[in-house]
C-alpha cells in the first residue's frame, strides 16, 4: 500500500490508473522481472553535474532517442524491455516540460558538445554569439505511427520526411543545424523564410501522410561549430511543443520582426514556458492564401 501510495503522488492519476491497469495484465513471472528490470536501473546514478534531474539511465534513453532509435531498438541496445524504456522516455519528458521526442532531440542539439556530432558537412561558425531565426520541426504522433508501420517501413518514411525537408530548407536558404529522431532543428537569416519553410515542409509530409508542428523564435545563440546553444533554441523548442499539427507558433519577437511580410498572426495569448523566465505571449502564423 506504501509503494501504491507514493505511485500515485509521483504520477498523475490517470497516470497511476494506466500503470495499476498494465500491472494487472501481467504474469507473476513478468511482474517480478520487470520490477527487477526497474530496479537495476533505478541504481544507475545521476551523472555529475547534470541541473535537469533525469537520471543516468534516463540520460542514456534520451541521448539514443536523439540519435533516431525507436524504443524497440533502445530496449536491445541497452538490454531492456521496450515497455521500460517508453517509461524512461515519458518520465524524462515530463521533467524537462516536454510534449514530444522531437523536444529531446533539439535539447540534445544545444547540450550535446561539438567533438559528440557527426559532421554533416553543414556550415559552422567559430565560438561566439550571433542573432538568427530559429526553426524546430517535430513531427505528430510519431510513436503511434512506429507502432503502426513497424521499425524498417517507419525508417524509411523518416528518410523520405527528411529529404523533403532537406529540399525546402535548400529552397529557402536554411541551414541544417540537427536532426536527431523525428526532429529538425534549422537556422535562417529571417522570420518569414523560416515560417514559409515550415509551411513547406508539413504540406510535403502531409503528402507522405505525416503530420507536422514547428516553433520559430528570432534570438542570440552562442555558436561552437556546428552546434547552436542558448535559451534560443529551448524556447523555439517549446513552441513547437505547445503546437497542434500542421501549425507554426512563433514568439512575439518573430512576430515583431516579420512585420512588414504577407504573413498574419493570431494571439494565442501568454504561456508559461518550462525553462523560461515570465510568461510570454505566443502567436500563430496564419497560412498565406493562394
Not at 98 to 105: C, Y
Not at 213 to 221: D, N, P, S
Request: hydrophobic content about 40%; some cysteine; charged content about 25%.
Amino acid at each position: 500500500d506504501g509503494w501504491a501510495k507514493e505511485a500515485r503522488r509521483r504520477l498523475s492519476a490517470s497516470g497511476a490508473a494506466t500503470e495499476e491497469v498494465f500491472g494487472q495484465g501481467l504474469s507473476r513471472q513478468a511482474a517480478v522481472r520487470l520490477a527487477i528490470e526497474q530496479l537495476l536501473t533505478c541504481m544507475v546514478e545521476e551523472a555529475p553535474g547534470q541541473t535537469t534531474g533525469l537520471t543516468g539511465r534516463e540520460l542514456q534513453v534520451t541521448a539514443l532517442v536523439a540519435d533516431g532509435l525507436t524504443n524497440r531498438e533502445i530496449g536491445a541496445r541497452l538490454r531492456i524491455s521496450e515497455r521500460t524504456v517508453d517509461s524512461h522516455v515519458q518520465h524524462a519528458i515530463a521533467k524537462l516540460g516536454f510534449r514530444s521526442r522531437a523536444q529531446i532531440a533539439a535539447w540534445h542539439a544545444s547540450t550535446r558538445q561539438p567533438a559528440d556530432r557527426p559532421e554533416k558537412g553543414i556550415e559552422t561558425r567559430s565560438k561566439g554569439r550571433h542573432v538568427t531565426t530559429i526553426l524546430v520541426v517535430d513531427l505528430v504522433d510519431s510513436t503511434a505511427k512506429v507502432t503502426q508501420l513497424g521499425d524498417s517501413r517507419w525508417r524509411a518514411l523518416l528518410h523520405d520526411h527528411y529529404k523533403f525537408a532537406r529540399r525546402e530548407l535548400e529552397r529557402h536558404n536554411g541551414i541544417e543545424v540537427d536532426t536527431a529522431g523525428d526532429g529538425l532543428l534549422a537556422t535562417f537569416d529571417g522570420p518569414a523564410t523560416a515560417i514559409k519553410c515550415a509551411w513547406a515542409i508539413q504540406l510535403a509530409d502531409r503528402a507522405l501522410g505525416l503530420a507536422s508542428r514547428a516553433g520559430v523564435h528570432c534570438g542570440e545563440v552562442e555558436h561552437a561549430g556546428p552546434a547552436i546553444r542558448g535559451i534560443a533554441v529551448h524556447f523555439a523548442a517549446r513552441l513547437a511543443g505547445l503546437g497542434d499539427a500542421d501549425e507554426v507558433l512563433v514568439s512575439s519577437t518573430t512576430r515583431d520582426l516579420a512585420a512588414g511580410s504577407d504573413i498574419r498572426f493570431e494571439n494565442r495569448g501568454k504561456r508559461r514556458l518550462k525553462g523560461i523566465a515570465d510568461s510570454r505571449s505566443v502567436f500563430a502564423a496564419l497560412r498565406v492564401s493562394s
